[in-house]
């Protein structure tokens, strides 16, 4: 059904009275199921307000036939205790479901199906929140001037739409029962003298609730907001000689009565201001009452009315701005109804019969409560179980999933993880529900430096891994401990840091001088890429508030080596904190969501150690695709061969230096690209990657790409890129020189060339592996060292890209002479991306040197860390003892060369049943 054919079922705009209307941009930007258009037989008043796009053929909207009650709900107020300035208050998710859905879901469960949503500010997003319910119609409240003056609003609008209708009017931030609902409709109908039926519970359930006072025979009296009450306390306090021109003594009243401190800033000027303090006794139903008689019933205000519409239209008229705050109070029009006579109060002991939140950390409880209510309804395939029963279960884990058909490496992994519960369960008892989350260290036998410029990887998770225990807190805080003393423990609130810098853009909030002043503070500690993960999905999902985590790491993948131990940590925290809020994210937007998390550390590359950690399949070699990110094939890896992680023992430390020169090399790639795009503007709009700089994607023959090479310089000069791209470049330009110090002179040609090769030998590599060819595959991984390598024989060396050698490969594809030709391919060339060491380099060549070895090459970002030895099988062990001698014992070194075993990638264990 399209909004043309919506009945006054659907979702409607409507507009409240001169100066109030719906701003164009509310209009505009409204969800699908709500026209912006007025319907042709609104009343003038109404009509004449809405924006002026409004189109006058909009479909007629007639008045309800039925006398069924009507919502009005209160979603215009800025929330301002929650101190959060991008969502709106009844948009926060409660266990994934805006508050304000929460609602409305209630009320239709309870007997309601038509709603009065009154929003104001923000009233895009709580419109966007609703987008697709039924039986919605919004009315616009300008100015905030209090809950009578919305309810007033949302009546406008009800005297149309549902004529003589009770009205059930509910603030958007409540989680209600429908029982209470249906109470309170039960309760109105069985008596005609009432006018109103509220809703109110104990002190203990709502401490921060408006009070009720109430008569010796249980008639309600009256409602009196809690500033009101402390306003009221100032007056005895001043008959008893309290000077209200104190300020010291007038705030620590304030602060007794338990106010916001906001409440009381606000009370504070209004009195300094020469607002008069009310009388010692106030008048409730006739009766005169003192703060403390006042308080005797022990029950407060659940903020759920429902109204007689006239009596409602009645009593709004005789509401002023005679109070605290200075606002139009909806209970004052409760009150005259007390003093009629004509009020009922439904009291309720349920806990769960209505809940409100109006700070962050309420709203933490709040979710936590749920949390813990729903967690029965959990699957008992689910990975959330006490650490107790966990422990006693971890004998039926099948491990095959995630280790394949490894019995040894399935024995070791379990004593792993029942020493990581045994610790769990002396820290906080066998009681404490966990997830056990793994992540895997990983290997890239073809694609390096390029999946962030569109380019393909080849990977394999391995038999290392972080895991870690985590289970939810009742706040938001993280606490991180780790089996290893040599990790101390760390902890950070995830609305504290948030909060360091307000905004919703990942990038704008990491590149802060308040988040970077954190970062540099606590440069190479572990708990930064548990942070990088958390916030990053914080951030991702504003309106849903994590939970806090209790967690404890154990991990074997080694640092600083090339198997990316730190992007391990990043996925391993973030896979306990989407099981443990239950978040919906999908594997491409995980990937994603990681990758740019672990920017939080400094380092601009892409996705692709996320992508290996979290899609590679047990026993294979994995095909994955970036921009758009795809899980390509993936074949088994071969028996017939091994691969060898072989540890230089050289940590390639995430250094101020190293996280330069890695920034650099992805800006040659940006800066060439932009180049490219500039001078060749043909090709400018099939340009969107790198990794489009390739011959069949253009459409040209394969010297084509060295000729636009040739007009790429060698060198460049930041001023240069400057003087080269024309001015509207220049932002992004600043922003990418922003992340590593100014080398002077950069390489650009020989980068760009490295990319674009190894893009090609990443799509070559697994028709490779699928055709079993692994000579050539061996070959390729030693070609592809060649790119990155920065010394031959102990001498300084990289792979030339000037004018000479570029024109050589030219004249080669052009000679016809078969072997010239296929020497001249791009995947046959090394580039110079130049990111390894005089050392790496040195054991490459060493482990070529040896009888079955096929290649090698760097592993991982480079500067240090693990090589890829790819071998027959026969020759593992002797090139194992060979390395033993001939490098770790002849260097005073530990032995760190191992054949390594392809693992499923990152996950939650499922408790076994």
């Known amino acids: ?81 929650m101190g959060a300035r991008h969502t709106h208050k009844v948009c926060y998710e409660i266990v ?24 104001g500010h923000q009233a895009e997003q709580v419109m966007h929140c609703l987008d697709g319910e039924e039986g ?28 003589g209708s009770d009205l059930l009017i509910a603030n958007g931030d409540k989680l209600l029962h429908p029982r209470l609902v249906q109470e309170l409709l039960t309760t109105k109908a069985q008596d005609p003298d009432a006018k109103v039926v509220f809703a109110v519970q104990s002190e203990a359930t709502n401490p921060d609730g408006a009070r009720i006072a109430v008569s010796k025979d249980g008639r309600p009296l009256g409602i009196v907001e809690r500033s009101d009450l402390a306003l009221q306390r100032l007056a005895v306090e001043a008959r008893a000689g309290l000077d209200p021109t104190d300020e010291e003594a007038v705030r620590r009243i304030l602060a007794d009565e338990g106010l916001h401190p906001r409440k009381c800033d606000s009370i504070w000027k209004r009195l300094a201001a020469g607002f008069p303090l009310p009388p010692p006794e106030r008048e409730l139903a006739g009766e005169q009452l003192k703060p403390d008689a006042i308080r005797a019933s022990g029950l407060v205000n659940a903020a759920l009315y429902l109204f007689d519409p006239e009596a409602l239209s009645t009593t709004l008229g005789a509401t002023n701005t005679d109070n605290a705050q200075g606002e139009l109070y909806l209970p004052d029009a409760v009150n005259l109804l007390c003093t009629s006579g004509h009020a009922r109060m439904v009291t309720t002991t349920r806990p769960d019969a209505i809940r409100t939140f109006s700070t962050m950390a309420e709203l933490l409880e709040l979710q936590a409560l749920l949390l813990e209510e729903t967690s029965a309804a959990l699957p008992e395939h689910a990975g959330l179980a006490p650490a107790g029963d966990w422990l006693a279960a971890l004998r039926y884990l099948d491990l095959g999933t995630s280790y394949g058909a490894q019995p040894e490496l399935q024995t070791k992994r379990r004593a792993v993880l029942q020493r990581l519960l045994e610790a769990w369960i002396r820290d906080h008892g066998p009681e404490r529900p966990v997830v056990i989350a793994r992540a895997p260290g990983r290997i890239n036998l073809m694609g390096r430096h390029i999946e962030h410029r569109g380019g393909s990887t080849n ?52 590149e802060s001088e308040a988040i970077q002043r954190l970062v540099t503070d606590s440069r190479g500690d572990w708990v930064n890429y548990v942070r990088a993960g958390v916030l990053r999905l914080q951030l991702e999902r504003p309106q849903r508030l994590l939970q806090g985590m209790d967690m404890l790491f154990t991990g074997n993948v080694p640092m600083a080596a090339g198997l990316s131990s730190s992007s391990a940590i990043v ?9 443990l809020n239950r978040l919906e994210v999908s594997v491409s937007d995980f990937i994603t969501l990681a990758g740019e998390g672990e920017w939080f550390v400094g380092s601009r590359g892409g996705s692709g150690d996320h992508a290996a950690m979290k899609a590679s399949r047990a026993g294979n070699v994995t095909h994955m695709d970036f921009f758009p990110f795809r899980v390509g094939p993936s074949y088994p890896f071969d028996e017939r061969y091994r ?77 240069e890129v400057f003087e080269a791209l024309p001015p509207e470049l220049h932002p992004r330009i600043r922003q990418i020189v922003a992340t590593h110090r100014d080398p002077g002179r950069r390489q650009l040609r020989s980068v760009v060339l490295y990319g674009l090769a190894e893009c090609a030998r990443a799509d070559l590599a697994i028709e490779l592996i699928a055709a079993g060819d692994y000579p050539a595959l061996g070959r390729m991984m030693t070609l592809s060292h060649d790119g990155d390598r920065v010394a031959r024989n102990g001498v300084p060396w990289q792979a030339p890209a000037d004018d000479a050698t570029l024109l050589g490969l030219i004249a080669d594809l052009r000679s016809q002479d078969p072997v010239r030709v296929a020497a001249a391919q791009i995947d046959r060339q090394p ?83």
């Open 571 to 579: 996925v391993a925290a973030m896979e306990a904190a989407v099981a």
């Open 136 to 163: 919605i119609t919004y009315a616009f409240q300008a100015q905030a001037r209090g809950t009578a003056d919305a309810a007033r609003i949302g009546l406008r609008v009800a005297q149309y739409f549902a004529p």
């Open 643 to 719: 691969m060898l992680i072989v540890d230089s023992r050289i940590q390639a430390k995430k250094s101020a230096g190293a996280r330069d020169l890695f920034n650099q090399q992805v800006a040659a790639y940006e800066f060439g690209l932009m180049l490219v795009r500039e001078r060749f503007p043909v090709y400018r709009d099939r340009l969107e990657h790198l990794r489009d700089l390739n011959a069949l994607h253009l459409g040209v023959s394969p010297e084509r790409i060295y000729e636009i090479l040739l007009e790429l310089p060698e060198y460049i000069t930041t001023t």
């Open 459 to 510: 990977v394999m998770s391995i038999d290392r891994e972080v895991l870690v225990a985590a289970s939810p807190r009742d706040d938001d805080r993280v606490v991180i401990r780790n089996l290893d003393p040599a990790f101390p423990e760390r902890d950070f609130a995830i609305l504290e840091e948030i909060a360091l810098y307000d905004t919703e853009n990942w990038v704008s909030f990491i």
């Open 831 to 913: 580039g110079a991306y130049a990111c390894s060491t005089p050392e790496i380099d040195a054991l490459v060549d060493d482990c070529l040197r040896q009888p079955g070895v096929l290649g090698a090459q760097l592993s991982g970002a480079g500067l240090g860390g693990c090589i890829l030895v790819l071998v027959e099988r026969t020759a593992a062990d002797p090139l194992i003892r060979h390395l033993d001698s001939a490098y770790y014992a002849a260097n005073g070194l530990e032995p760190g060369a191992r054949v390594v075993v392809p693992t499923a990638g990152s996950g939650i264990f499922a408790y076994p049943n």
């Open 1 to 81: 059904m399209n909004s043309s054919e919506k009945t006054s079922q659907s979702a409607n705009t409507s507009a409240e009275t001169a100066p109030a209307s719906i701003p164009a941009s509310a209009a505009a930007s409204a969800p699908a199921s709500v026209p912006a258009s007025a319907p042709a037989n609104l009343p003038a008043s109404v009509a004449a307000n809405l924006p002026a796009s409004a189109a006058a053929n909009a479909p007629a909207i007639t008045p309800a036939n039925t006398r069924e009650p009507v919502a009005i709900v209160l979603a215009a107020g800025r929330g301002s205790r």
């Open 96 to 119: 994934g479901v805006p508050a304000i859905r929460r609602l409305t879901a209630a009320l239709r469960e309870g007997g309601i199906h038509r709603f009065i949503v009154v929003v």
